[in-house]
């Protein structure tokens, strides 16, 4: 089944050309210890995913790029022609001569009425290039103006226009200082509609991946493009082809769908996270080795830790033992800030994989109670490698993760709302303040159903 990826927004855009990028070089990667039957299933299987291919042409991406302002379309345009592996379809973008000036409520309200008869268009016209469609996966960030407003109004009139087919909005969530003013607030507005709209929310906090950039990739000066590229790979890691039955034969044709039936099981938990083991500079590469016991012992300490990359995990966290005394997670005296999972997906690429214990996954004491743990966990495999990593384990988790987060941006959009502070930017476009009100409670729901698991 394909995926249609809707790039929205200057983040939107840059992340996904990131993304084609990495997904072709990992397609054309030399990958010898693999046959060539397995090589060339691999390739059909991404190809159907996320390609088109026009007759004597380079692959088509299967997307549609929308901007308020034309010059990172463009940019992004070109890039990929340029590339020579992939491009994207002439006639698959939108954007005009102004952008919605880091205001929500210009992208949701203005923007996204005025043009939504040309971007559905775009979009349809897209779907229909697919012989089985599989849904959408929609890129855009949280706390500017077009990535986030028109962002949450186009995966609205996704869900309208497609009722059936799964909506995964992958959202860039914004450095904890230094960005705009307003950006609590966009955030807040953004994630209650998603919410209401979207099957998932795949999460990447940008805090999180400038450390990774600094401490595993040992890049000194970090640009966006290389902050773009440690995303694209990791989603990359999770969006190629995997067998996702034990000792499968065929590729999993419908990912979309797998990832919300492993991941989601009830439509009040949504919020994935996503973590990628090891991950270093490619000149490193070739000293290195890695055993799968390792790997698979630091990502599930990472996941119980809430350790977002493998250096400085807190060993001390363990999990509570079922039946014990010990508070539940909602109380203060929470044991070490154990991360407890509703699902979890372990997603193994490289040689012997097949013989790797995961046991420790499906440890009961990681989950919470209301769902069976040989439910809440499940292993994704392929022998093939993964972008010259000659092992590599991707976990996708539906955890307490972004409690905190969470809980910072909605509380630093309160204290601001409180006051007033802003509002008339937002009321102008049409955004009131019951609409405030309204998204306040939505995710103070979510906060309070994450924290109790």
């Excluded at 088109?52 to 463009?74: N, T």
Aim: aromatic share 10%.
């Amino acid at each position: 089944m394909s995926i249609v990826t809707v790039q929205l927004g200057q983040c939107g855009n840059q992340i996904g050309h990131e993304v084609f990028n990495a997904i072709c070089s990992d397609v054309h990667g030399t990958h010898g210890l693999c046959s060539k039957k397995e090589n060339e299933s691999y390739h059909d299987a991404c190809q159907e995913r996320f390609f088109c291919e026009e007759e004597s042409e380079v692959p088509v991406a299967r997307a549609v790029l929308v901007d308020m302002e034309p010059k990172v379309i463009s940019q992004t345009l070109s890039m990929a022609a340029r590339s020579g592996y992939w491009k994207y379809d002439d006639r698959s973008h939108f954007c005009q001569k102004q952008g919605s000036g880091n205001n929500w409520a210009n992208g949701y309200s203005v923007h996204g009425p005025r043009h939504k008869e040309v971007i559905m268009n775009l979009v349809q016209k897209e779907a229909e290039k697919c012989d089985r469609l599989g849904g959408f996966f929609t890129i855009m960030s949280m706390a500017g103006g077009t990535g986030s407003g028109l962002g949450a109004y186009v995966t609205q009139c996704l869900r309208d226009a497609f009722p059936t087919s799964f909506i995964l909005n992958h959202v860039i969530w914004p450095y904890g200082t230094g960005e705009i003013i307003v950006q609590n607030y966009n955030s807040v507005l953004t994630l209650s509609h998603l919410y209401q709209s979207s099957d998932a929310l795949l999460v990447h906090e940008n805090d999180v991946i400038h450390k990774i950039c600094a401490q595993l990739m040992n890049i000194k000066q970090i640009s966006f493009r290389d902050v773009n590229q440690v995303i694209a790979h990791q989603l990359g890691s999770v969006f190629q082809p995997t067998y996702t039955a034990e000792g499968g034969l065929h590729y999993s044709r419908n990912p979309l769908g797998d990832l919300m039936e492993t991941l989601v099981p009830h439509p009040e938990f949504k919020m994935l996270g996503l973590r990628n083991i090891p991950q270093m500079p490619e000149n490193s590469l070739a000293y290195s080795t890695f055993s799968w016991p390792g790997l698979i012992k630091h990502l599930r300490q990472m996941l119980i830790a809430n350790a977002k990359m493998e250096e400085g995990i807190d060993w001390q966290v363990r999990p509570p033992r079922l039946g014990s005394s010990i508070p539940s997670s909602h109380s203060t005296n929470k044991p070490l800030q154990f991360n407890t999972s509703i699902a979890n997906l372990v997603i193994l690429r490289g040689k012997d994989m097949h013989s790797i214990d995961l046991g420790s996954f499906r440890d009961p004491s990681l989950y919470t109670s209301w769902l069976n743990p040989q439910d809440a966990f499940n292993a994704w495999k392929t022998p093939r490698a993964f972008n010259k990593y000659e092992k590599s384990a991707s976990l996708v988790s539906n955890s307490q993760f972004l409690l905190k987060p969470l809980d910072n941006v909605v509380g630093k959009a309160w204290n601001m709302f409180a006051s007033k502070a802003y509002i008339h930017q937002y009321t102008k476009f049409g955004i009131e303040e019951e609409d405030f009100l309204d998204s306040f409670t939505a995710l103070e729901q979510v906060i309070c159903s994450y924290t109790i698991l």
